[in-house]
């Protein structure tokens, strides 16, 4: 946008530049006019102008309805008392764990040994390659439709 406008004002500023004004006429030449009649078309409107519709305001009334005591055959309490439920937070201790120390009167086993048996690998072998001779004059693909 900015380069568009940069290009309007520079061609605008070399237009009024390259325009010599009215005043000044080159030595030895005289300025001439000539004139060719153009015809133009002219429509005569006849009738009489529409007005257009002026928007007027119009003040739009709301109605808003008052609420009325209405006979119902059940006896109403009045005033009506509605339950109104609050939620009590309650802080809730809880216990601390602590040690007690106890004296034993039996004696406690200590761990015995366990033995692990270690498994042994087993060698497994391994494929050995085998030579696969491949002709390059013999065409080595799965046909297809032929």
């Not at 900015?2 to 300025?31: C, N, Q």
């Not at 764990?97 to 692990?116: A, I, S």
């Amino acid at each position: 946008m900015i380069a568009f406008k940069t290009t309007v004002v520079l061609l605008l500023v070399a237009l009024a530049s390259a325009r010599p004004s009215e005043e000044w006429e080159p030595e030895g030449h005289t300025h001439t006019e000539h004139t060719k009649p153009y015809h133009v078309t002219v429509v005569k409107k006849i009738g009489v102008p529409i007005p257009h519709p002026v928007a007027v305001s119009v003040p739009q009334y709301v109605k808003v309805p008052i609420p009325q005591p209405y006979p119902v055959h059940v006896t109403v309490e009045q005033p009506i008392h509605v339950p109104v439920y609050k939620v009590v937070h309650q802080v809730v201790e809880k216990p601390v764990p602590y040690t007690v120390e106890k004296p034993v009167p039996y004696e406690v086993e200590k761990p015995y040994p366990v033995e692990v048996e270690k498994k042994v690998e087993v060698p497994i072998p391994k494929p050995y390659p085998v030579h696969v001779p491949v002709y390059k004059h013999i065409y080595h693909h799965k046909g297809g439709k032929h």
